[in-house]
């Protein structure tokens, strides 16, 4: 709208249409590939429940772990060394280079060295760091930051990778990666067989037997841990678990979740220097932000991750901006989180900003990591906030007349008129008894009045006495933008209101889904508070619609939906509807890239994410596309309407309205919507 | 289906090669020339393979290994190593041949590691060496052996 604007450099990442396809395509392959390779491990809840206990067992005592393998590895000649924060890390693993002559570091992956720093710290002092994996390689190349936790140099066609190798060897490499591969194989190669240390990362510690775990699947991370005379490992405190199942449990968790492989082709396991007298191995343990994290209920959480990937490739802010736009090192939303630990909170709030809070990534997270709600954190934490989006918000919780959401979109020109609640306020139709309590929600209420007073009709027509209140804000904006405090005040008076043990009921998955939020802190309290959506409730009371003509028609299933597991019932509300043809496609349950606030906040963010939608809407080009959340709607019709394509889009009562058939509406005279 | 026919379904599922003997292995490594192999299996590589010349591990395109068993769950290949420059022969060559006993099949990567755990240095090892890391492309043999061949011992 009108006050903000995307940051420039931010608006770079989403000009290249190539690079878009190409993250594209890395996030499809993955997201399917992750689901045939989980099915071996049983059910997905299981499986992330055991490994979550594996990883929160292991922190709670981690210090102890760590002293029985500091032990251990001494007793074999080797050594830990702990450093508290990222300058100190850098400075051993430095003097470890200076104490045994090593000039050329050879490098595994490991993102635990870019959040030290440490190639920079050790090429200022002389020592020259060479990545071995082959994305790392094209990055350091290209003097860039990876764009994809799993495949850093996506970023890039081959032709693009060809020209910087031709450059490099001094002599024309073709654009065809066998070659490019088979070349850099050799140049490294023989780096390996020269350099004196090698460096890798570890993807878990055991601490009895005491063990190091490395994956590779190229093959590089054994060779830099293995040639060299002196092997470096840099690991995280968070990296430790208790027992040899526990570790090779999330082994066998990892690749399948990250991109859909069974197993990585090597696992390396360490547990001494393996020729004795001529090798050296040193293990440094890095705290920075780490321990204290662990104290703090809620990123404690975070220090679970295992740095699988899942969650971005999932995301849609990942999937246009790229690790390199929506990242401080670590990436996409755990990465803000993993920023706030590491880095600060300044940092790890320009990259929380950046979520829309859909909350894809929390389904995929094999430790029930609650991604969304951390992001959230770090922005309810921060201090340097974003001052228009405070007053924006400031308004949006406001359900007064003057100053609420109702007076933005009136600036906007969605604002339709007098609200409903206002308007049944005149009516004497506010009262708090009934058999359900209708929640309608701020902008189904102010933006469209009439498609409230359609669903209040609906349930009045299927003989409900419905209880209407004057509404407070759901809160919903106060738990996006960071400010908990305003969004439990809110939750306690809401809770309170509607606890009287009839259903509320919903026509905005947004509302709806708060009020499962407000539950899932105060549930013991008020076990009274019943929220369920209009769509669930039609469902059950066994409501039968048909439309009048058959229609072929598209679904937006809005993330807060899903994040309650709600898409579901709302499909199969949608196929007892005689005479629809749904079609199905993956986009349904992408977020559409409205997210409320956001879209007036990041436009060209917000547009980038809506385009599979669109590309999938004007493929299938289907009669109508409903969806059951007002934010949503407005999103998709405007980007529809932006783009030119030609198609209805219905909140799904308004299309209930317009097209079905049922008893309950021939009932509901038509006049009755017709509000003066 | 038995552990045995389960272990070769799933190691060829994860690109590795089985030879069916010792012919059969000569004519997989057609066009080879240098190899290095693993003390023990020195003898027999000599008298079967006359087109082999043997050379240090960083010079061989072709490394004889024995591996210490074969995972049934992952498709994999166990080695733990003991003498000097043995790590090398599973990780330098461009293939891989790794012997292994039809009695040492592991239902488990747990299993197979529980008696393992003294060792300096294991590897657990499924399949090729491999990337996608242009474009997402495939391509076998990055910096470990671009094929994978187990060839029974008995
Ligand atoms: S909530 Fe959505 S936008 Fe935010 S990090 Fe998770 S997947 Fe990305
Ligand atoms: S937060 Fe969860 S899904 Fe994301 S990388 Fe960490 S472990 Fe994987």
Request: proline share 3%; charged share 25%; net charge negative.
């Amino acid at each position: 709208m009108l006050f903000w604007k995307t940051p420039d450099e931010l608006k770079s990442y989403l000009e290249n249409e190539e690079i878009r396809e190409a993250l594209r395509r890395a996030s499809s392959r993955f997201v399917e590939g992750r689901l045939k390779a989980l099915a071996s491990l049983g059910s997905f809840d299981d499986v992330r429940k055991r490994l979550r206990d594996v990883k929160e067992k292991a922190l709670e005592c981690a210090d102890l772990h760590w002293s029985r393998v500091r032990d251990e590895l001494s007793s074999k000649g080797a050594h830990l060394v702990e450093a508290e924060d990222a300058l100190s890390a850098d400075s051993i693993i430095y003097e470890i280079c200076e104490r045994h002559g090593i000039d050329l570091l050879i490098k595994g992956k490991s993102i635990t060295s870019e959040e030290i720093g440490l190639n920079a710290f050790l090429e200022e002092r002389g020592v020259e760091v060479i990545e071995t994996d082959l994305g790392e390689r094209i990055v350091q190349l290209f003097r860039e930051k990876p764009s994809h936790l799993i495949v850093p140099a996506i970023h890039h066609t081959k032709e693009e990778v060809a020209k910087l190798f031709s450059r490099y060897f001094g002599e024309e490499i073709p654009p065809d990666p066998y070659v490019i591969t088979k070349k850099v194989r050799a140049d490294l190669r023989e780096k390996f067989l020269s350099a004196r240390g090698g460096m890798t990362g570890i993807n878990v510690v055991s601490s009895e037997p005491c063990a190091f775990y490395l994956m590779t699947n190229e093959g590089n991370g054994r060779l830099c841990s293995t040639v060299p005379s002196v092997q470096i490992i840099l690991t995280g405190w968070e990296k430790i678990v208790s027992s040899l199942e526990d570790a090779l449990f999330l082994l066998k968790v990892l690749p399948k979740n990250s991109v859909g492989l069974d197993f990585s082709s090597y696992v390396s396991i360490f547990t001494a220097p393996f020729r004795w007298k001529e090798r050296e191995m040193y293990v440094v343990v890095l705290d920075n932000g780490r321990k204290r994290a662990l104290e703090d209920i809620h990123f404690r959480h975070a220090l679970r991750c295992i740095r699988c990937g899942a969650c971005m490739n999932v995301c849609p802010v990942y999937q246009v901006l790229s690790g390199q736009g929506f990242s401080h090192i670590y990436m996409g939303g755990i990465g803000a989180v993993w920023t706030a630990i590491t880095a600060g909170l300044d940092e790890a709030y320009k990259v929380a900003q950046l979520c829309t809070g859909c909350g894809s990534c929390n389904e995929v997270c094999p430790v029930e990591i609650p991604i969304s709600h951390l992001v959230s954190e770090v922005k309810s934490r921060a201090e340097k906030r974003d001052l228009l989006e405070d007053v924006a918000v400031g308004l949006v919780l406001k359900r007064d007349r003057f100053s609420s959401v109702a007076e933005i979109q009136r600036l906007m020109g969605t604002y339709k008129g007098e609200p409903f609640l206002v308007w049944a306020k005149g009516q004497g139709l506010l009262k708090d008894s009934g058999d359900v309590n209708f929640y309608v929600g701020c902008l189904m209420e102010q933006c469209y009045p009439e498609t409230a007073l359609k669903a209040y009709l609906l349930l009045r027509a299927l003989g409900k006495d419905v209880a209407l209140f004057e509404e407070e804000c759901c809160g919903l904006p106060a738990l996006a933008y960071g400010r908990k405090s305003e969004f439990f005040r809110l939750g306690l008076l809401n809770l309170e209101r509607y606890a009287n043990g009839r259903k509320t009921l919903f026509i905005c998955d947004s509302c709806y889904s708060t009020f499962r939020e407000y539950l899932s802190f105060f549930a013991a309290e008020k076990p009274d508070v019943v929220p369920e959506t209009l769509f669930s409730f039609l469902l059950r009371e066994g409501v039968k619609f048909s439309l009048k003509e058959k229609m072929k028609v598209m679904i937006h299933f809005p993330c807060h939906l899903r994040a309650w597991k709600g898409d579901e019932e709302l499909e199969r509300f949608v196929r007892s509807i005689d005479n629809l043809e749904l079609v199905e496609h993956p986009t349904s349950r992408h977020c559409c890239g409205g997210a409320g606030l956001y879209k007036y906040k990041y436009p060209e963010i917000s547009r980038a994410i809506f385009d599979v939608k669109a590309e999938a809407i004007k493929k299938h080009l289907p009669q109508a596309v409903i969806t059951t959340c007002p934010s949503c709607y407005q999103q998709i019709k405007e980007q529809l309407a932006e783009r030119g394509v030609d198609v209805d889009v219905y909140h799904l009562v308004d299309f209930l309205f317009e097209h079905g058939r049922c008893g309950l509406l021939d009932s509901i005279r038509f006049s009755d919507t017709k509000r003066q | 289906m038995d552990e045995l026919a389960a272990f070769v379904e799933k190691f060829t599922s994860t690109g590795g090669e089985i030879a069916s003997s010792l012919s059969h292995l000569a004519s997989l490594l057609k066009g080879v020339e240098r190899f290095a192999a693993e003390k023990e299996l020195r003898g027999l590589i000599a008298s079967s393979f006359d087109f082999l010349t043997e050379v240090e591990p960083k010079e061989a395109q072709v490394s004889f290994t024995k591996a210490v068993c074969g995972v049934v769950e992952t498709g994999s290949l166990v080695f733990a190593y003991s003498a000097e420059g043995e790590h090398l022969l599973t990780a330098l060559p461009r293939i891989h041949v790794a012997f292994l006993s039809r009695k040492r099949i592991c239902p488990t990567v747990e299993q197979a590691l529980s008696s393992l755990m003294d060792r300096a240095y294991v590897s657990v090892i499924t399949g090729p060496s491999k990337t996608g890391d242009i474009e997402l492309i495939h391509v076998m043999g990055v910096h470990g052996p671009e094929r994978l061949i187990l060839c029974w011992e008995d």
